[in-house]
């Protein structure tokens, strides 16, 4: 699993960072990414909330997958501002969950954490941003090894 930890995180972070392949089509967004036998899919509907699902194939076959859903919890704040900083915190480099973001990150007002359970083979969690104690955002996620 050791190889699909490392491939979970280039992957991420390439598609994040928006270096991956990128398409939409039937009102959902496809981010894709391949680096030798391994290749990662996320397939993701809506905006402002959304849900959708990762999926690691290696030679083509489906070997490990994520569901999440979740999204902005109030109209209150920008969600470009809110998303920015989701972003930021999801290119953070602690390694110890590479499934989301980072246990904690601070820019300013806002704070993101993130509280999973579980490894790669088997997991579920919760990745929040507040700012005080008003929680503006939040996603739930979970998955494993197929």
Same mark, same amino acid.
């Given at each position: 699993?050791?190889?699909?930890?490392? @491939?979970? +995180?280039?992957?991420?972070?390439?598609?994040?960072?928006? #270096?991956?392949?990128?398409?939409?089509?039937?009102?959902?967004?496809?981010? !894709?990414?391949? &680096?030798?036998?391994?290749?990662? *899919? &996320?397939?993701?509907?809506? #905006?402002?909330?959304?849900? %959708?699902? /990762?999926?690691? @194939?290696? /030679?083509?076959?489906?070997? +490990?997958?994520?569901?999440?859903?979740?999204?902005?919890?109030? #109209?209150?704040? /920008? !969600?470009? *501002?809110?998303? $920015? @900083?989701?972003?930021?915190?999801?290119?953070?480099? *602690? $390694?110890?969950?590479?499934? $989301?973001?980072?246990?904690?990150?601070?820019?300013?007002?806002? @704070?993101?954490?993130?509280?999973? !359970?579980? #490894?790669?083979?088997?997991?579920?969690? $919760? /990745?929040?941003?507040?700012? %005080?104690?008003?929680?503006?955002? *939040?996603?739930?996620? !979970?998955?494993?090894?197929?």
């Amino acid at each position: 699993m050791k190889d699909i930890e490392k @491939f979970i +995180w280039k992957a991420k972070k390439s598609t994040y960072a928006k #270096d991956g392949d990128f398409y939409e089509k039937e009102g959902m967004k496809y981010h !894709s990414f391949r &680096d030798g036998f391994y290749r990662f *899919e &996320d397939r993701k509907i809506g #905006d402002q909330y959304y849900s %959708g699902q /990762e999926v690691i @194939f290696l /030679e083509e076959k489906p070997v +490990w997958t994520m569901s999440y859903s979740g999204g902005i919890l109030t #109209d209150a704040y /920008e !969600s470009a *501002e809110i998303y $920015r @900083f989701l972003h930021q915190s999801l290119m953070a480099e *602690e $390694r110890r969950n590479t499934l $989301r973001g980072p246990s904690f990150y601070q820019q300013a007002q806002m @704070f993101y954490f993130n509280e999973f !359970s579980g #490894d790669v083979e088997r997991f579920n969690g $919760r /990745e929040y941003i507040r700012i %005080g104690n008003k929680i503006i955002y *939040e996603l739930h996620y !979970s998955g494993g090894k197929m």
